[in-house]
């Protein structure tokens, strides 16, 4: 098949003018001039886009599909007593519900351009879900427990989960990690066992250095989290249940050899000092920012152009639909962008640079550059196409700054992933019966709001 549209955006060369990208096997397999590569390949066939940009599809580090359902639900609340009360509305879900949350997570996934999705989970529903749909996707079992007596226990289910996920769903399109949790909720016995558990072989991901409220837990003992209340109530942990370290939370993760695997993605990295980014970039741990999501529950902002100046593996996350109330990788690069101008940190970021982050970036960070990230002949063949003919984005200049500054999930028109066209706009290609889970999910929300 040949795409052909006004522009093709290849991220790693210039952007192509009346380009077009010929697609065989699920591999790229040419890029180029339309007029040159419908002239080599007469009888091929040809679905042209028009005044659209064709771009590799959107990388998202870190998303929770299970959360898509309760989008809305908790608003206008700090981290703190966000993460509580969501929390709490998770209670009222079953398996089934959190199946079809995930489903849904997946579906706007794709609706917006997102072909490989970064999910930390405690159960099977994103893996279900991811492989239903024909996601690329990486998959991390979390394992979170602040008792001591309950690490090894803990690391065992976790290790059967991871187990029956790989032989279970295990695909090319899915691979099966492991992640500890936040550290407000993981005794440190768990970094060093999760390493160990990897054995770099399996990636690992962790929660780290996210909030003030989590920098103040671990540098001070203080916490806001009343999960450390519940569970010395009722008996989970020794007293008392936390004592201040005086360190960082890079330098507590650093102490228990949390980064002493391969392949390590530390998501959000908010509040770093100097010496915290020397240590993430000589243990070569990627980067995943969620910048909207911190800022929705004032967490902070990450220093995202020093992790650039330093040359670190950085790319963009969504983060929970719980907190943003979206999966779209479009105002993540816009609103992100705008932030880090606004800070003013000595480095004025532009379009190319948000969305090779938001492509590219996100496949290094997973170590998939080689498979992923932009359109190049033998690459999967992972393309989105983005409409640029609404009148908020004509005429169109600069295709970079269009789809940056003006493009929103809404926009996108058709979604591939490995060579498969699993979205055009209002029409599904996938084994999901899509108007029976939207059924399921309206029946899901209004349980959650009672």
């Known amino acids: 098949m040949l795409l052909c549209a006004e522009y093709v955006l290849p991220i790693t060369q210039a952007p192509i003018e009346k380009g077009a990208v010929l697609v065989r096997d699920g591999k790229i397999q040419d890029v180029g001039k339309a007029e040159v590569l419908k002239a080599r390949y007469a009888g091929e066939e040809t679905k042209d886009f028009g005044l659209a940009a064709l771009i590799p599809g959107l990388v998202n580090l870190h998303s929770r599909l299970e959360h898509a359902v309760m ?27 959190w199946y ?75 691979t099966i990690g492991i992640a500890s949790g936040p550290f407000f909720a993981c005794h440190p016995l768990v970094f060093s066992k999760v390493v160990e558990y990897a054995d770099d072989t399996l990636p690992i991901a962790m929660q780290i250095a996210a909030s003030r409220e989590e920098y103040n837990f671990i540098k001070r003992g203080s916490s806001p989290f009343s999960v450390h209340k519940e569970e010395l109530h009722r008996g989970y942990v020794e007293v008392p249940p936390w004592l201040p370290t005086g360190v960082t ?32 970039k000589a243990h070569d741990v990627a980067i995943a920012v969620c910048q909207r999501c911190n800022a929705q529950l004032g967490m902070g902002v990450p220093p995202l152009t020093d992790y650039l100046r330093a040359g670190m593996r950085v790319g963009l996350g969504t983060d929970s639909p719980a907190a943003t109330d979206s999966t779209d990788m479009f105002i993540e690069m816009r609103t992100g962008m705008l ?45 989105v196409a983005v409409d640029l003919s609404g009148s908020h984005q004509t005429p169109t200049t600069d295709p970079v700054s269009a789809v940056v500054n003006t493009a929103a999930g809404s926009d996108v028109v058709m979604t591939m992933v490995d060579g498969k066209v699993l979205y055009e706009r209002d029409h599904w290609h996938v084994d999901v019966q899509v108007a029976k889970n939207i059924a399921s999910v309206i029946e899901i929300r209004g349980k959650l709001r009672g």
């Open 249 to 280: 939370p890079v330098n507590y993760a650093l102490n228990w050899g949390a980064f002493d695997s391969k392949n390590i993605l530390a998501v959000h990295c908010v509040h770093v000092n100097d010496e915290d980014l020397e240590q993430l």
């Open 339 to 383: 932030i880090q101008r606004a800070m003013g940190r000595g480095m004025f970021l532009d379009s190319s640079t948000m969305l090779e982050m938001a492509t590219m970036g996100g496949a290094r960070a997973l170590r998939m550059e080689d498979k992923i990230g932009s359109l190049e002949v033998g690459k999967h063949a992972d393309i």
């Open 100 to 174: 079809d949350s995930a489903l849904l997570g997946g579906l706007e996934a794709l609706a917006s351009g997102i072909t490989t999705v970064v999910d930390v989970a405690s159960s099977s529903a994103p893996c279900q879900a991811v492989q239903k749909l024909g996601l690329r996707s990486v998959v991390y079992r979390e394992v979170s427990v602040m008792d001591k007596r309950r690490v090894d226990f803990a690391m065992r289910s976790a290790a059967a989960d991871v187990e029956k996920w790989q032989e279970e769903y295990g695909s090319d399109l899915l």
């Open 71 to 97: 989008r809305g639900i908790v608003h206008d609340e700090p981290y703190a007593t966000w993460l509580q009360l969501v929390n709490e509305t998770s209670t009222l879900m079953n398996a089934n519900d």
